[in-house]
């Protein structure tokens, strides 16, 4: 046994050992022999999709006076809820941003694109509808607030699920870019497997209210189990300041079903005992993934992470090009991260879909294979909505701030409802 203040002053001594979630699964998988006495922290993280993420903002929009409350406030077009506290003439907005809202003025800008112009420090327009009926109008930067947050309800999923269409034409959802052909033509997948913070702690024995972890590269902190938490799909809910957030680990993304949020989540695993580190061992291969029909999310197959995550990197080769007058890559990238022949690394999530679409493109997404009415059907990876390249390069940088003594781990409350490991 050993506590969190026994690893904070190994911290401090510098001479902490810290290991990747992912890089201590290939241990194992090469059969090396990993005690506690080898490793003090390790690192998990997740990067892709999250719908449910918020912004808290809180700033002086106007001299006091001019309006008594907001009855509604668009950011860059964004509709956003005013309040809760109603700041009567004191010219204060209060307000709460979704971040899969769409702008009245652009279809192609979220929520996700208005929190990382935020963060990068870009003008935002914002308009105040007032109670009787006028429209005010200002500029604002996050330098103008006192309060920016982001609140994730239910981020950071244990288990994920792949989807595919069992009917046939085009399902329209947030979960792949152009929409899911079916029947059963291709599917799409989330999730990072080994590297998953919940994977590697699921009965939550490392992690609770009180952990510090990092969102967008910013300190936050885990406040509790996901809004649609269960034993079967534990999620957490978690909260962070924006103003030290990396822009490039935070963004908005196009899809069929409407602009969704990405965010990335770095949670440390303490290695109290013997039992978190043999949860933490936790391979790929041996990972469940349900395939799901979309069209009424029932269960028709299993896989696992084995069969999503070989090429994590999408790779361009500008040679192969063919200058295509009508770009399907341009046209459907979810981060418009290929412009002009360019893809723009610091944007692309790697969720593989160009290589679907152009040849210059490569990335091996692999396939799911599955029994349909007796007959068993290799269905195609075409979109991952998780970036597991992003997610080790934060797991990375979380293990190095332990290393260099940026990071200490913080004593935490098992969350009400929290989950127990099985009994004999």
């Given amino acids: 046994m050993r506590s969190i203040a026994d690893i904070n002053y190994k911290i401090r001594r510098g001479d902490v050992s810290v290991i990747s979630a992912d890089d201590l699964s290939d241990m194992v998988r090469n059969g090396e022999k990993v005690t506690v006495d080898d490793v003090d922290v390790v690192t998990t ?19 006091p006076g001019l309006f008594k409350k907001g009855r509604i406030v668009r950011f860059n077009g964004i509709p956003a809820l005013p309040g809760p506290a109603p700041n009567e003439n004191a010219g204060f907005i209060d307000t709460i941003i979704y971040g899969t809202q769409q702008s009245i003025y652009d279809p192609f800008y979220g929520g996700g694109h208005l929190f990382r112009d935020l963060i990068e ?112 799909r534990p999620s957490l809910m978690i909260i962070a300041d924006m103003y030290s957030m990396n822009p490039d680990k935070i963004g908005g993304i196009l899809t069929s079903g409407g602009p969704e949020v990405i965010n990335t989540i770095a949670v440390p695993i303490p290695i109290l005992n013997n039992d978190i580190l043999e949860n933490a061992k936790v391979l790929d291969e041996n990972i469940r993934l349900p395939i799901v029909d979309i069209n009424n999310r029932q269960e028709i197959g299993v896989s696992t992470y084995k069969d999503v995550w070989t090429d994590l990197k999408v790779n361009y080769n500008k040679k192969l090009c063919n200058e295509c007058s009508n770009c399907l890559v341009e046209e459907y990238c979810p981060t418009r991260s290929f412009k002009n022949r360019f893809l723009d690394e610091r944007d692309c999530i790697n969720c593989g879909f160009c290589s ?32 597991r390249f992003g997610a080790r390069n934060s797991s990375i940088l979380l293990k190095k701030k332990i290393e260099d003594g940026e990071f200490y781990l913080t004593q935490f409350n098992k969350p009400r409802g929290g989950f127990e490991p099985p009994t004999c």
């Fill in 121 to 232: 420090g870009k003008e935002i327009n914002v308009e105040v509808e007032t109670q009787d009926r006028r429209v005010l109008k200002n500029n604002i930067t996050i330098r103008d607030t006192n309060t920016a947050k982001i609140i994730g309800v239910r981020n950071s999923y244990k288990n994920y699920q792949a989807f595919t269409n069992g009917s046939k034409g085009v399902f329209k959802t947030i979960f792949h870019p152009k929409g899911l052909e079916g029947p059963y033509k291709e599917c799409s997948v989330a999730g990072c497997g080994e590297l998953n913070p919940i994977e590697n702690d699921p009965y939550l024995n490392a992690m609770g209210i009180g952990s510090k972890i990092l969102v967008n590269d910013s300190e936050g902190f885990i406040i509790g189990l996901g809004t649609k938490s269960t034993i079967e």
């Fill in 45 to 63: 993280a997740t990067r892709g999709c999250m719908s449910g993420t918020a912004a808290i903002l809180s700033f002086r929009f106007s001299d």
């Fill in 356 to 387: 679907i679409l152009c040849e210059s493109f490569e990335c091996n997404l692999g396939s799911l294979k599955t029994s349909i009415k007796s007959e068993i059907r290799d269905i195609p990876i075409t979109y991952r909505a998780s970036d």
